[in-house]
Nanobody, 123 residues
Framework: QVQTVESGGGVVQPGGSLTLSCSISGTIANLLAIGWYRQAPGKQREVVAA????????HYADSVKGRFTISRDNAKQTVWLQMNNLKPDDTGDYYC????????????????WGQGTQVNVSS
C-alpha cells in the first residue's frame, strides 16, 4: 500500500509563497498519480492539483491555475506543490494521496489519508 506524508505548511501573508512536500512510500509509488487536496474550514475536500506517474500529465483546479505548480521526482519519491501569490481562500488543510489518474482528479484517490499540513493565509 502506498502511504503519503505531507509537510511544509505554515502561516503566510496574502501574496506570499509556500512549498508543500509529499513524501511517498510503497513499492508501486512511482506508478501512481499523486494529487494534492485542500479542505477549507467548513468545506468539503477538493483537489487542487494532480500529476501523473511520470509527470507527463498535470491537472490544476481553476482556482489555482497560474499560481500553483505541482512537480515530482520519482527517484526521491517526493511530490511538491509550489504555491505563489497565496490568497486567504487558499487557507485550509492540505493532503496528498495516490491512485489511478481518473480517481485522483475526481477526488477519490485510493490511498489512506495522512495527517495533512495546515496552510493559513492571513494578514
Amino acid at each position: 500500500q502506498v502511504q503519503t506524508v505531507e509537510s511544509g505548511g505554515g502561516v503566510v501573508q496574502p501574496g506570499g509563497s509556500l512549498t508543500l512536500s509529499c513524501s511517498i512510500s510503497g513499492t508501486i509509488a512511482n506508478l501512481l498519480a499523486i494529487g494534492w487536496y485542500r479542505q477549507a474550514p467548513g468545506k468539503q475536500r477538493e483537489v487542487v492539483a494532480a500529476i501523473s506517474n511520470y509527470g507527463s500529465t498535470i491537472h490544476y483546479a481553476d482556482s489555482v491555475k497560474g499560481r500553483f505548480t505541482i512537480s515530482r521526482d520519482n527517484a526521491k519519491q517526493t511530490v511538491w506543490l509550489q504555491m505563489n501569490n497565496l490568497k486567504p481562500d487558499d487557507t485550509g488543510d492540505y493532503y496528498c494521496n495516490s491512485g489511478r489518474w481518473e480517481p485522483v482528479i475526481s477526488g477519490n484517490p485510493s490511498g489512506p489519508w495522512g495527517q495533512g499540513t495546515q496552510v493559513n493565509v492571513s494578514s
